[in-house]
């Protein structure tokens, strides 16, 4: 019963998470998700929830490509009100547009493909399933949207727009 009072509740919240526009879906630029993340990335955004909680969102990324063909991208993550976390992804081509891999917090597989500028990432944990969906822009950047679902129902929403870092020059 406390389970159909809290689906109940989360449905008559359903339209409290914002819209979030991607870039238009192209085929170019083509998204190479390991050409982009090998190096250092940062991205910035805000995780909304059903019941109209916002927290700020903080990721540096650092990827290095392994011998396999593979990427390893190392992540820390700062979320305000929580604390750092630090995590990792491994991501390797499974085909023409497929990727798989692993994730610190999957429970199984994290599977991915690739259309023109598009990806779309699926995978699950111990308490919920993502579904996300980047799309590279003409100015170099991606937006990431992050969806978190727990019993089929949407309950938080990532915004976030990533860039690749340049070392300075020395």
Same mark, same amino acid.
């Given at each position: ?27 170019? #630029? ?65 085909? #023409? ?20 500028? =598009?990806?779309?990432? =699926? ?48």
């Amino acid at each position: 019963m406390k389970r159909l009072a809290v689906a109940a509740a989360a449905l008559a919240l359903c339209g409290c998470l914002p819209a979030v526009e991607l870039p238009q879906a192209q085929a170019e #630029p083509r998204l190479d998700p390991i050409a982009f993340f090998t190096g250092l990335s940062e991205g910035r955004g805000t995780l909304s929830t059903l019941t109209g909680g916002k927290q700020a969102l903080h990721v540096v990324s650092i990827g290095r490509p392994a011998a396999d063909g593979s990427l390893v991208l190392d992540q820390r993550i700062v979320l305000s009100g929580e604390p750092v976390r630090d995590r990792r992804w491994t991501i390797r081509p499974a085909g #023409p547009g497929r990727y798989t891999g692993t994730l610190t917090e999957a429970t199984g597989a994290v599977e991915a493909t690739v259309s023109g500028n =598009r990806m779309t990432i =699926r995978y699950e944990t111990k308490d919920y399933a993502v579904r996300q969906a980047l799309a590279l822009g003409g100015d170099g950047q991606i937006r990431n949207r992050l969806d978190i679902v727990i019993w089929g129902l949407n309950v938080a929403r990532l915004e976030e727009r990533i860039v690749r870092k340049t070392p300075s020059a020395q």
